[in-house]
């Protein structure tokens, strides 16, 4: 019986009209491929587009910060020496005083 079901399975499928609408329904999944395929392509461009400019963004906040750093070390350097200067001055004059003393 169920052999015979097959056989008449087998037979529906090879008339004309089912076989119309195999290939009917085998162009429409590849048209969706085709459309999934070109979607995918989009999506993936556009969130490697949003990367890239994620990352450029990400860099130069990255460099304005590092630039920012570098001046205030550079600032405090000249304080530093500034006040290490007048530290000598002060030490030198103190000196000076207990010599002459």
């Not at 019986?1 to 195999?22: C, D, F, Q, V, Y």
């Not at 750093?69 to 550079?74: A, M, S, T, W």
Request: hydrophobic fraction near 30%.
């Amino acid at each position: 019986s169920n052999s015979r079901l097959a056989t008449h399975g087998i037979e529906i499928l090879n008339t004309p009209m089912a076989k119309a609408e195999l290939e009917k329904e085998i162009c429409e999944l590849k048209r969706g491929n085709v459309e999934l395929k070109e979607r995918l392509k989009r999506e993936n461009f556009e969130l490697e587009q949003g990367f890239k400019k994620e990352t450029f963004e990400l860099e130069q906040e990255f460099e304005q910060q590092k630039l920012k750093l570098e001046q205030e070390f550079e600032q405090q350097k000249i304080e530093l020496e500034e006040e290490k200067v007048e530290l000598q001055r002060l030490l030198s004059a103190r000196e000076h005083e207990r010599s002459g003393t």
